[in-house]
């Protein structure tokens, strides 16, 4: 969170387009403990199906931006190694998972570098619910709980929504803005780059910044709007009665988005500011003690991050988002396996391969049966290509992509990758192995797939040889499962 306060300009906008449907009462529930979760009472069907988001996997990512810090410099300020670093951590496993990802550029900002903006499928593109938490952090220390919490809070429910892939009623884009510790910079940036209608399309921005303080509160961004409303009604089930984030107005990336007019709300725990004895004696804690005793210091590590506080912010993101933005029930799972012919027995349909990439050719033995997808291998430059156009149902738990590949090679370098073999779904790269990966039979690869569901997509293998000494990618028993 920034440390300057800046002055509200304008008053809170109605928010307006939204619906939210809350229980006629809310009931009290014990508080969390840091790892069991109790789902609130009464709840709409929605609400129900929320999710339980893993604090574990939450805390996964802070050590992953702890250890990113680390290696660079001990901190993750906008524009230095570790923000970049940070970008492309989050980035890569939102690709994995499915998500339209895109960076843009601040140039303005103190430090110019990279706002990451990630949109989910389904909803109306002009029915958008946005969720955003600022990814740098300041050059003292590595910014885990401000503003790591928020950032890692964020990215475990995109993934989890992913996962999930549910009938959506409103587009949910997520943000993570560079720069906000000099000026709320990359938020600003973002909001001025749209057109009046495109932020006439986002109905609710919902800001996290520090939402783990080790002796936190529960605060909520304009507690008592419309647009709070789903935050508030999950806080208010466990009986936690949070307050006005006072000490947050005007210092994060909300700031910009209440100026245009766009309705916003969010969660936070506190900064410097001290806690107040009511507050010590309603949620624990230490009075006349900062919220966060690691505020923009050095020890603002994954020490300094209380789970119970950052669970309960977790969940009722998860909460929150499934209230406003999910809708039309679950698909039904119409599992299986999705890939035809996958072991290459029946011909060549329904695949497209280069000419003699399906082969019973003795040079390379099949792993089962007679048939297998046989690429390169001739010692000279070529590129094979071996593909499948696969339907993958929505509504199942698990998908994976499963096959057997075979490297035999006569290179001699231990170094240098000469051939390679790329597996892509979509646009997206799976994985890609070379000479260097050469071993003795089958080695089975999987891959999760579940970003894709309810999309047709090909699944793309891609061999490439160089001039000398061949490289062969035999493939086997090829399987995509749904369940």
Same mark, same amino acid.
């Given at each position: 969170?920034?440390?300057?306060?800046?002055?509200?300009?304008?008053? =809170?906008?109605?928010?307006?387009?939204?619906?939210?449907?809350?229980?006629? /009462?809310?009931?009290?529930?014990?508080?969390?403990?840091?790892?069991?979760?109790?789902?609130?009472?009464? #709840?709409?069907?929605?609400?129900?199906?929320? $999710?339980?988001?893993?604090?574990?996997?939450?805390?996964?990512?802070?050590?992953?931006?702890?250890?990113?810090?680390?290696?660079? @410099?001990?901190?993750?300020?906008?524009?230095?190694?570790?923000?970049?670093?940070?970008?492309?951590?989050?980035?890569?496993?939102?690709?994995?998972?499915?998500?339209?990802?895109?960076?843009?550029?601040?140039?303005?900002?103190?430090?110019?570098?990279?706002?990451?903006?990630?949109?989910?499928?389904?909803?109306? !593109?002009? /029915? +958008?619910?946005?969720?955003?938490?600022? =990814?740098?952090?300041?050059?003292?220390?590595?910014?885990?709980?401000?503003?790591?919490?928020?950032?890692?809070?964020?990215?475990?429910?995109? =993934?989890?929504?992913?996962?999930?892939?549910?009938?959506? %009623?409103?587009?949910?884009?997520?943000?993570?803005?560079?720069?906000?510790?000099?000026?709320?910079?990359?938020?600003?940036?973002?909001?001025?780059? =749209?057109?009046?209608?495109?932020?006439?399309?986002?109905?609710? *921005? *919902?800001?996290?910044?520090?939402?783990?303080?080790?002796?936190?509160?529960?605060?909520?961004?304009?507690?008592?709007?419309?647009?709070?409303?789903?935050?508030?009604?999950?806080?208010?089930?466990?009986?936690?009665?949070?307050?006005?984030?006072?000490?947050?107005?005007?210092?994060?990336?909300?700031?910009?988005?209440? /100026?245009?007019?766009?309705?916003? %709300?969010?969660? #936070?725990?506190?900064?410097?500011?001290?806690?107040?004895?009511?507050?010590?004696?309603?949620?624990?804690?230490?009075?006349?003690?900062?919220?966060?005793?690691?505020?923009?210091? #050095?020890?603002?590590?994954?020490?300094?991050?209380?789970?119970?506080?950052?669970?309960?912010?977790?969940?009722?993101?998860?909460?929150?988002?499934?209230?406003?933005?999910? &809708?039309?029930?679950? $698909?039904?799972?119409?599992?299986?396996?999705?890939?035809?012919?996958?072991?290459?027995?029946?011909?060549?349909? $329904?695949?497209?391969?280069?000419?003699?990439?399906?082969?019973?050719? %003795? &040079?390379?033995?099949?792993?089962?049966? %007679?048939?297998?997808?046989?690429?390169?291998?001739?010692?000279?430059?070529?590129?094979?290509?071996?593909?499948?156009?696969?339907?993958?149902?929505?509504?199942?738990?698990?998908?994976?992509?499963?096959?057997?590949?075979?490297?035999?090679?006569?290179?001699?370098?231990?170094?240098?990758?000469?051939?390679?073999?790329?597996?892509?779904?979509?646009?997206?790269?799976?994985?890609?192995?070379?000479?260097?990966?050469?071993?003795?039979?089958?080695?089975?690869?999987?891959?999760?797939?579940?970003?894709? !569901? @309810?999309?047709?997509?090909?699944?793309?293998?891609?061999?490439?040889?160089?001039?000398?000494?061949?490289?062969?990618? +035999?493939?086997?028993?090829?399987?995509?499962?749904?369940?």
């Amino acid at each position: 969170m920034r440390g300057r306060t800046l002055s509200a300009g304008v008053a =809170l906008a109605v928010f307006a387009g939204m619906t939210v449907t809350l229980a006629a /009462q809310p009931v009290t529930a014990s508080p969390r403990t840091a790892t069991t979760v109790a789902r609130p009472i009464a #709840a709409t069907a929605a609400a129900l199906a929320a $999710p339980d988001i893993s604090v574990t996997n939450v805390q996964a990512h802070l050590t992953q931006f702890n250890s990113i810090a680390t290696g660079n @410099g001990g901190n993750r300020r906008a524009g230095s190694a570790g923000y970049t670093a940070s970008l492309s951590y989050v980035k890569t496993r939102l690709q994995a998972a499915g998500y339209t990802v895109t960076e843009q550029y601040c140039s303005s900002c103190t430090y110019p570098s990279n706002n990451l903006i990630a949109e989910w499928r389904g909803g109306s !593109a002009d /029915q +958008v619910v946005m969720f955003g938490a600022h =990814l740098d952090g300041v050059s003292a220390g590595p910014g885990i709980n401000d503003n790591g919490t928020g950032s890692a809070t964020l990215l475990e429910n995109a =993934l989890v929504l992913a996962a999930q892939n549910p009938t959506m %009623s409103k587009r949910v884009r997520f943000a993570w803005w560079t720069d906000e510790e000099q000026g709320l910079n990359g938020s600003r940036f973002y909001v001025n780059s =749209l057109s009046a209608t495109q932020r006439g399309y986002i109905k609710g *921005y *919902y800001n996290f910044d520090m939402v783990g303080s080790t002796n936190g509160g529960y605060f909520i961004n304009r507690v008592s709007s419309t647009t709070a409303a789903p935050l508030k009604a999950y806080w208010d089930s466990l009986g936690l009665q949070p307050e006005e984030n006072v000490e947050g107005q005007g210092r994060s990336d909300d700031y910009y988005f209440q /100026q245009a007019g766009i309705p916003t %709300s969010g969660y #936070a725990a506190g900064a410097s500011a001290r806690k107040t004895s009511s507050q010590a004696a309603k949620w624990g804690g230490t009075a006349n003690s900062a919220y966060d005793p690691c505020y923009h210091r #050095a020890c603002d590590t994954t020490a300094n991050v209380s789970a119970t506080v950052l669970n309960r912010a977790a969940d009722g993101v998860a909460y929150a988002l499934w209230q406003l933005a999910v &809708g039309g029930g679950t $698909p039904t799972c119409t599992g299986g396996q999705v890939v035809g012919n996958g072991g290459f027995e029946s011909g060549s349909t $329904p695949w497209t391969a280069s000419s003699g990439v399906i082969t019973n050719a %003795s &040079g390379q033995p099949a792993r089962t049966g %007679s048939y297998k997808a046989w690429l390169d291998g001739s010692g000279r430059s070529r590129t094979h290509t071996l593909s499948q156009s696969v339907t993958i149902p929505a509504g199942c738990s698990t998908y994976t992509l499963s096959f057997w590949l075979h490297i035999d090679t006569a290179e001699t370098t231990g170094s240098t990758a000469y051939d390679r073999l790329t597996v892509q779904v979509g646009s997206t790269t799976l994985a890609t192995y070379s000479n260097l990966n050469a071993a003795a039979g089958y080695v089975q690869r999987s891959f999760n797939v579940a970003g894709f !569901a @309810g999309q047709t997509v090909t699944l793309r293998f891609t061999g490439t040889e160089d001039s000398s000494l061949q490289t062969s990618f +035999v493939i086997d028993d090829v399987t995509l499962q749904a369940s």
